[in-house]
Antibody, heavy 124, light 109 residues
Framework: QVQLQESGPGLVKASETLSLTCSIS??????????WSWIRQPPGKGLEWIGS???????YYNPSLKSRLTMSIDTSNNQFSLRLTSVTASDTAVYYC????????????????WGQGTPVTVSS | SYVLTQPPSVSVAPGQTATITCGGN??????VHWYQQKPGQAPVLVVY???HRPSEIPERFSGSNSGKAATLTISTVEAGDEADYYC????????????FGPGTKVTVL
């Protein structure tokens, strides 16, 4: 049973750095068939892809966040992380981590397992 | 960047069929995935690779991609199908690769 669990502060001050971790059970972050991704959802709005990372460290970032975003992968602890700097109120959202299937021919594909989500509020 | 379009809302009576479309430039050349999200819950994958259904998803959920639009069809709709539905593609030829549609609210009358 694959499970993902987000952890991190629920409240971050504006201009500071948001750090979140996704802990994985029932699957290995080293499995070459998957990317590991972050998706967020502002209150009352739709889903926004943040970025995806592979076990080798290869990353794809949403260009709207790229200058503030760093994703990393920790194979020894079977987890991956997100770091978003200089946060503003527009970064307030529920943040989800998800496993993304990787098709060797066509690339990253669907998100098959999701964490429950962690709400993050940016305060002024 | 690549943009997906969806109708904001679809209303359907119980037992009837709900059809949700997802449009985008040359979407027939893309592989489309669909997610169901109920209030306060994480999204759940209901269709992947245009037409495939995870084993735990009822056969009432089906997908297609004709080229002009991708479609998620929910047959014999039940009250429990009321949710937001999002389409998603991975657009390899642009920097913004992970693209979600704006979502469609399905209301069961």
């Amino acid at each position: 049973q694959v499970q993902l669990q987000e952890s991190g502060p629920g409240l971050v001050k504006a201009s500071e750095t948001l750090s979140l971790t996704c802990s994985i059970s029932g699957a290995s972050v080293n499995n070459g068939h998957y990317y590991w991704s972050w998706i967020r959802q502002p209150p009352g709005k739709g889903l926004e892809w943040i970025g995806s990372i592979y076990s080798t460290g290869t990353t794809y970032y949403n260009p709207s966040l790229k200058s503030r975003l760093t994703m990393s992968i920790d194979t020894s602890n079977n987890q991956f992380s997100l770091r978003l700097t200089s946060v503003t109120a527009s970064d307030t959202a529920v943040y989800y981590c998800a496993r993304q299937y990787y098709d060797f021919l066509s690339g990253p594909a669907h998100f098959d397992y999701w964490g429950q989500g962690t709400p993050v509020t940016v305060s002024s | 960047s690549y943009v997906l379009t969806q109708p904001p809302s679809v209303s359907v009576a119980p037992g009837q069929t709900a059809t949700i479309t997802c449009g985008g430039n040359n979407i027939g050349a893309k592989t489309v995935h669909w997610y169901q999200q109920k209030p306060g819950q994480a999204p759940v994958l209901v269709v992947y690779d245009d037409t495939h259904r995870p084993s735990e998803i009822p056969e009432r959920f089906s997908g297609s991609n004709s080229g002009k639009a991708a479609t998620l069809t929910i047959s014999t709709v039940e009250a429990g199908d009321e949710a937001d539905y999002y389409c998603h593609v991975w657009h390899s030829s642009s920097e913004s690769r992970g693209v979600f549609g704006p979502g469609t609210k399905v209301t069961v009358l």
